[in-house]
């Protein structure tokens, strides 16, 4: 990747990364709290968003419900916390089991469907798992489930408190920087290839002896374990989970992140989970209605810059280096 | 027998009618969403959030003690040329790009977003219910009926009918299929080709607006009442098959029925579920739906 696009995002990466450094290291000295968990909330939602680029950027599949493998990897992880053991890895492995298994199935539900048929379909899937969460009373019903327990990560080196929020802060990036790196590690394999192709010209490929179906369910399958193994960091962070994290204010959300930060690019999302969270904090801080001006925003950037902003500057250094856009 | 004609005329008949009143509603939803959909090719995500607008703006009228027949004719006019510029200067605007689907459908995503906000600020979170405007009951074989709601009934089916009427009767019906067909080839043979999308964006978005005026006294407005409805509307043209009007009413009365006579038997909650289900299994079956698009027919 030695193109344009490939050098910005690359920037892209050592700007987010130094970013964080210099901000984790004045945290540390002011010995902040809030803003720690902010931004590991943020690195969460990022999570999410990666899912939402990688079935829509990559594949060209838009989805308008992956807050439903958000919300299913946050219920698993609260319920295993709780319930049975409060252990990282135990919550973590179950999630991304029982998250593959899901995402398999469901997408012979939702890859039944094209285009707009699509993303309807997975945003009604999401809104009747929301409901039926909704109102079961065995997973606390519209309270969800609160009082899981802080949980300390056992690794070789010691335990890790993720109470302690620049630890556990840590940890997130960790997890958030591994599924990055697996998600571009793929698409530099022969399978990324085809993900790529299915968005260009999906009718093309069988013609030249391709099954995109297969692929396709791998995307999907991925996406899926991507939102769920994010949704499960949540209930460590903030020790309570609630229906709201399967609504379509959450999968939504996820979709404006992406086309904010930039389709397609991965790191664009993260970028714009980054860049959301912040925006919202300070504008939580004047007025409630925040939403508003998060949408006009959006809006202004569907019509005005459907590259989001990482496109934008991919677009630049294209034109610069006389590549074609 | 008299047990099985005392369950048919208690049980069942009050529960069909029920059902029917809400699948009215449904179809008024419904058909702006299709025809939108059938002449743009665009998903129109803040369909529910324009139902909410009418049904604020009935809110408002009535507070100023306009009369509610008044309001039912000044709602769509509002809306209607609301409609037109949110077609003329946002949808055009990525209406040409490559991914047309996915861009319109996120900015009118956007634009739900913004509205939906837009109604908790200006008139807060709160549930607000304006006054039936017909009150009283008839009787009919032996059950009370809400007044209202046979009205609802009837306006709405005269309010379906006329707009099939206009769709496949009238030259501007056809105008709007020819555009709808071949846009270049009507283009080519004087059809204002982008008036005439502007105007049916309009029309739809009228439509919601006059089914949240009709269905606020029934079910109450709040900020998220355009999203809680939408995902019915949208079933309802998937199953039907986006595009088509036919479809959409038979659905529409289909699924209204399926749930209102389910839920005599299972929890309503559950109602929800077993729709989207018939809709997978549509899907699953019949891809494009139960019936074409509007420009076959």
Known sequence: MADAAGRVIRRTEYILLAATAILFVVGLMAGDTFFFRLATESLIFGGLALAVDLLLGIVGLLSLGQALYFGFGAYVSALLLKEVAPSFWLATGAVLAASAVVGYLSSFIALRSKGVYFALITFGLAQVAAKTVYNTRELGASDGIIGIPIVVIGTPFGGLDTANAPVFFLVTLGVIALLYGLTKYLLATPMGGIWHAVRANEARLPFIGFDTLGPKRAAFTLAAMIAAVSGALYPMLRGFVSPELLYFSTSGNAVVTVVLGGVGTLIGPLFGSALLTGLRSVIGTWTEHHQILIGLIFVAVVVLAPRGIVGIAIERAKRRAGEQI | MTALFDSLQFIYAPQIINGLSIGVAVILMALGLTIIFGLLDVINMSHGEFYAAGA??????????????????????????????????????????????????????????VLEDAYRLVWGANPMRPETPISGATEFLGIYFPQYRLFLMAF?????????WVVYKTPAGAIVRAAAYDRDMSASLGVPVKAVYALTFAFGVALAGLAGVLLAPIYSVFPTMGKDFILLAFTVVIVGGLGSIKGAV???????????ISSLFISPVWSDPLVFGVMVLVLMFRPAGLFGGFKNG
């Open chain 2, 56 to 113: 604020y703006l009935s809110v408002t009228l009535l507070g100023l003690d306009l009369s509610f027949w008044l309001v039912l004719v000044l709602v769509p006019v509002i809306l209607f040329p609301a409609g037109f510029l949110i077609e003329r200067y946002l949808i055009q605007r990525v209406f040409h790009h490559r991914d047309r689907h996915i861009l319109t459908l996120l900015l009118t995503f956007g634009l739900a977003i």
């Open chain 2, 156 to 164: 709405g089916s005269l309010l379906i009918l006329g707009v099939w």
């Open chain 2, 250 to 260: 038979i659905a529409a009365l289909l699924l209204t029925q399926l749930q209102s």
